[in-house]
């Protein structure tokens, strides 16, 4: 790999000229579809086409004079004497941006599709506390991406823990520089596997769907007074019209569904090297981020049985972050083996989590889930009285419904628990969407203890364990395991000697 002096003011790569001038066309493009509806809508004369020509030209002749000027402007370099990186750009007026290493959050990789084929890289430098979230160089190859990006890093680590110039340290930047191309292990998701995860991530959504359309399309055109019973084999013909119709429909909308994940997380390969998980995905934007496990919050595991049957996990990593910006910071890795997940999982933690301790919600949860899921029931018998619905087949429907919902709510109180010992917070929860939510204790910044009004009489509240990740909420505890629960989080919150960052 070249050794570039990033000290010195630097710009992008030749073939970005492409990128800036094409950019610059789609927008000028979009701002101008106005003008080529007219002239394909109305007859012009010969004289104002050759003008409008004329025009066009030196409007090209512009733009591509701006995109050169925007390509020679755009500088970008580090001043280590000041501790910052320092970004150059504007062709009217000249910005100048300056970034603190230690402002530096992340630095990632993004490409579209006409930077895949001109095979150039954008940079994206995360920041924190500045109003813009994103710095961006748009054309840099993959030497010199992968170079800047270690630099980088290297002088945010160094600005964070002091310059430690110690044996130990130097011993682990050596190692990390020896397994940059060495990755410890690579876990590649095939197109396969993305087809699976389609069609099993909307099953009940698309039985909902086959329910929904079919009687909405009977009611329709299945009606009597639209297609009169003399006209014989009308309604045979428009019943199996309709099937086909909707089964069609339904077709139509799994594909949408599979060609959505595989569009978004075409290509997802994941590879750990010595502090870094680097994860790579998209068709029509990929990304290519590297973590470091200092940075991570939050982690959940995600399933459904059809999913499970599959051997097909879900993986959501989240960054710190604002509470702004939390959902722009979660990573998601869907199509993952079990074997995989646990690979993420310790190098995350570095340890597997034993619960020791055990939460489990008051039934008064079970309860509220009940009754709030009574309310379509309690209006579906008033509206049946009231237009005087027959009563068998109401009270059937009814009583189906409420055996439904006292079967769901069941399970699903029976798995929501929490449990944790002593590193580790875990929430289990969700019946059909199966997740599990880990936060090291460590990283805790804040526990929120709520008793609403109708709990008091019972001693029963509902916590919040805040993180710079997100949040994790678990409500009916009794008031009596709350105390010694977030004394204990408190106690091991400050005798770790770990930074949450």
Do not use: C
Request: no cysteine; hydrophobic share 45%.
């Amino acid at each position: 790999m070249p050794d570039y002096d990033f000290s010195q003011p630097q710009r992008q790569s030749k073939v970005g000229l492409i990128l800036i001038f094409a950019t610059a066309l789609f927008h000028l493009a979009r701002n101008l579809w106005v003008v080529v509806i007219y002239f394909l809508v109305r007859e012009v004369d010969r004289q104002i086409m050759l003008l409008t020509i004329l025009g066009l030209f030196v409007v090209l002749l512009l733009t591509l004079a701006y995109s050169v000027l925007a390509f020679l402007n755009f500088k970008f370099h580090i001043d280590e004497k000041n501790r910052e990186f320092v970004l150059r750009k504007g062709v009217i007026s000249t910005d100048v941006i300056n970034i603190p290493f230690k402002k530096i959050q992340q630095v990632n990789f993004r490409r579209n599709l006409l930077q895949r084929l001109i095979g150039v890289y954008s940079v994206v430098i995360e920041t924190a506390g500045s109003q813009d979230k994103e710095i961006e160089i748009k054309a840099l190859f993959q030497e010199k991406a992968n170079e800047l990006s270690e630099r980088l890093m290297e002088l945010k680590e160094d600005e964070i823990f002091g310059g430690r110039e110690d044996l130990e340290a130097a011993a682990e930047g050596s190692s990390e520089k020896a397994t940059f191309k060495k990755p410890k292990w690579e876990y590649h998701v095939s197109l396969l596997t993305l087809i699976k995860l389609g069609l099993s991530s909307n099953y009940l959504r698309g039985v909902g769907l086959i329910i929904a359309f079919y009687f909405t399309l009977r009611d329709q055109f299945m009606l009597d007074e639209v297609f009169p019973n003399e006209i014989p084999g009308q309604q045979e013909f428009v019943e199996k019209s309709s099937f086909v119709f909707i089964m069609g429909l339904l077709l139509f909308g799994m594909v949408i569904t599979v060609a959505e994940t595989v569009i978004k997380y075409y290509d997802l390969n994941l590879k750990q090297f010595h502090e870094s998980l680097q994860v790579e995905m998209g068709l029509r934007n990929n990304t290519k981020v590297n973590i470091k496990s200092s940075r991570v919050q939050m982690l959940e595991v995600s399933t459904n049985p059809v999913q499970k049957f599959l051997d097909l996990y879900t993986l959501k990593i989240s960054l710190a972050s604002s509470q702004d910006d939390l959902e722009k910071s979660r990573i998601k890795m869907p199509g993952l083996s079990p074997e995989v997940v646990k690979q993420v999982q310790k190098f995350i933690f570095k340890q597997e989590s034993s619960e020791k301790v055990t939460i489990l919600p008051h039934k008064i949860v079970l309860w509220r889930k009940f009754s709030r899921g009574s309310i379509p029931a309690v209006l579906g018998l008033v509206v049946g009285f009231i237009f005087q619905f027959p009563t068998l087949l109401l009270g059937g429907l009814v009583s189906v419904y409420l055996i439904l919902l006292s079967l769901y709510n069941y399970f699903y109180f029976q798995r929501l628990k929490l449990g944790l010992d002593e590193d580790i917070l875990v929430k289990t929860s969700g019946l059909w969407n199966r997740k599990e939510q880990f936060l090291e204790i460590y990283r805790l910044q804040a526990v929120s203890v709520r008793q609403p009004l109708w709990y008091k009489r019972r001693g029963i509240v509902n916590l919040t364990f805040h993180s710079a990740g997100g949040d994790i909420s678990f409500n009916g505890v009794r008031k009596k395991e709350v105390t010694p629960l977030v004394n204990f989080l408190m106690y091991r919150v400050e005798s770790i000697e770990r930074s949450w960052m």
